[in-house]
């Protein structure tokens, strides 16, 4: 039974050790692989030379500040530096905060990665119809029929300029996936991790002072292309709030590519994401989750491994039970 003990043991020390590979999947923040030319950071020397802003913005040592707590502003801060990275991960620091009472704040923030630039708006202080990538934190509720989700609610949309962010709907019609996060008025840093590569896009949040990610957006099947540029926008209404950016901070990804992805012109690419179902689907989906997202290869690594080691478990249990009963029908003769 020693070999039994022995081969458990080893494959229990692999599957550990694959989980940990798994948890590491959103990078620990690599300052190798930081872009600083497309980073944000105290005390935001790039500011007026790799960075514009505009609006009710107002930059200081400790953060930027795109909406003061106040009615009808709006505020944006651009990266000047076209991004032409095809695997990145963007992690931003924020801080939403004010002395609305609840359910009386808004209106909340957009991370942008887009064509265009410093274009003002009516999507969280940006364009509509945009070319790109925008996360929204949104922080009010607009559609009082859409009680299935609580907000702030963080979500993901994809925009070849041709799809209006539809207001009233909270942006369902166009959401790709998206989840509640409370990230209004904490004591502690907030966080928002935001990774791109291999046609996937991963958003993870770090929100609850545990100093750990928790996924939020997980997309297959999503094209967008090298030479946009990143940007953070907040606006508000008849209801207000504090918007602030500490932190943006991009990290290239080190992926390998085929011969064939390598000799594409990723700047001719149009955004776009290939889905099973229509993102009109997440209306029904009182998760406001995807439904139809295919499983991410480490997923179906685990799903595999657990039924192997359900089989190879069965398999030393029936081995243990019928050695005792050979033993048993010994001691009868």
């Known amino acids: 039974m020693s070999g039994f003990k022995t081969f458990l043991s080893s494959i229990f020390i692999f599957f550990l050790v694959e989980c940990c590979l798994v948890g590491c999947d959103i990078t620990d923040g690599n300052a190798e692989h930081l872009k600083r030319e497309h980073s944000l950071t105290k005390p935001y020397q790039g500011v007026g030379n790799q960075w514009d802003f505009w609006g009710s913005t107002l930059v200081t040592s400790s953060y930027v500040r795109l909406t003061p707590d106040e009615r009808s502003k709006q505020g944006s801060i651009w990266n000047t530096v076209?991004?032409?990275?095809?695997?990145?991960?963007?992690?931003?620091?924020?801080?939403?905060?004010?002395?609305?009472?609840?359910?009386?704040?808004?209106?909340?923030?957009?991370?942008?990665?887009?064509k265009d630039r410093l274009h003002p708006g009516t999507v969280f202080g940006n364009q509509d119809q945009f070319h790109g990538l925008a996360i929204f934190l949104d922080t009010f509720r607009n559609d009082l029929h859409g009680m299935d989700r609580s907000f702030p609610y963080i979500s993901a949309m994809v925009n070849n300029g041709?799809?209006?962010?539809?207001?009233?709907?909270?942006?369902?019609s166009s959401e790709l996936g998206g989840c509640s996060a409370d990230i209004r008025n904490r004591d502690f840093d907030t966080y928002l991790a935001i990774r791109y590569s291999r046609g996937r896009l991963t958003v993870m949040v770090d929100v609850d002072d545990k100093n750990e990610w928790k996924e939020c957006i997980d997309i297959g099947g999503v094209r967008l292309p090298t030479g946009y540029f990143f940007g953070a926008s907040a606006a508000t209404g008849d209801l207000s709030d504090n918007h602030d950016v500490i932190s943006m901070k991009l990290y290239q990804l080190m992926v390998d590519h085929s011969p064939e992805e390598e000799n594409l012109d990723w700047t001719k690419i149009e955004p776009s994401v290939s889905l099973f179902k229509s993102p009109k689907d997440n209306i029904d989906d009182p998760t406001g989750n995807f439904r139809g997202t295919p499983l991410t290869g480490w997923k179906v690594f685990l799903l595999l491994l657990c039924a192997l080691l359900g089989i190879v478990v069965c398999a030393v249990v029936g081995a243990v039970v019928f050695q005792k009963r050979q033993e048993r029908n010994k001691r009868f003769y």
């Open 82 to 114: 076209p991004c032409y990275l095809k695997d990145w991960e963007m992690h931003v620091q924020f801080k939403v905060h004010g002395s609305g009472k609840k359910n009386l704040h808004g209106d909340g923030i957009a991370i942008w990665y887009t």
């Open 162 to 172: 041709t799809v209006s962010y539809d207001h009233g709907k909270d942006g369902r």
